[in-house]
């Protein structure tokens, strides 16, 4: 009996040490051993041990955004399946559900959120913005006017803003990708 007490002290000890994992991290966890990226994305975890916090690098291959890279930071917090994931694009791009700081326009982030939803599910939504932006629900109202009322103009816009240039006084990064 003295025995049996002993060890469960010793046992108690082992379980302060291990961090507790939450729920969130363990939905992390099944959603990232599940993903099949494509060739157009890529995955970077700055803090390997971190896989609440990672980076996304959509290269598109067609549509309006193609020839450039994109990078966006995921933020999962503990509370994840039932919060969505905090997304970001981090560089100035123009684009109608894309602001200049970086906020994102995705239904599926905000009001259409579902804890059935994964991280694949806003990587493709995601990826899909860049294939189909979708000015009826914009951020960047310019832009969105611009893709409504002149395709062409728009085309040409961001043709000039991912080499780095400026449309309508705003200068936005060099995304392309060098080949």
């Known amino acids: 009996m003295i025995k049996i007490w002993s060890m469960k002290k010793e046992n108690a000890g082992v379980d302060k040490k291990k961090p507790k994992v939450s729920a969130g991290q363990i939905r992390v966890q099944k959603d990232l051993g599940e993903l099949d990226l494509p060739k157009t994305m890529k995955m970077t975890f700055p803090v390997p ?3 609440l916090n990672f980076e996304l690098e ?12 994109f990078k966006f930071s995921f933020a999962v917090n503990g509370n994840y399946p039932h919060d969505a994931p905090s997304v970001k694009c981090l560089q100035k791009i123009y684009h109608p559900n894309i602001q200049a700081d970086g906020k994102i326009c995705l239904n599926i982030l905000r009001e259409d959120w579902k804890p059935v939803l994964t991280l694949n599910s806003v990587m493709v939504g995601l990826q899909y913005l860049l294939l189909e932006p979708n000015a009826d629900d914009p951020l960047n109202k310019e832009a969105a006017e611009d893709l409504r009322s002149n395709r062409r103009n728009f085309e040409s816009n961001v043709h000039k803003s991912i080499r780095g240039g400026s449309v309508n006084g705003v200068q936005y990064d060099n995304v392309l990708t060098k080949k």
């Open 58 to 69: 959509i290269s598109p291959d067609e549509g309006f955004y193609a020839g450039g890279t």
């Open 49 to 51: 041990e971190d896989l």
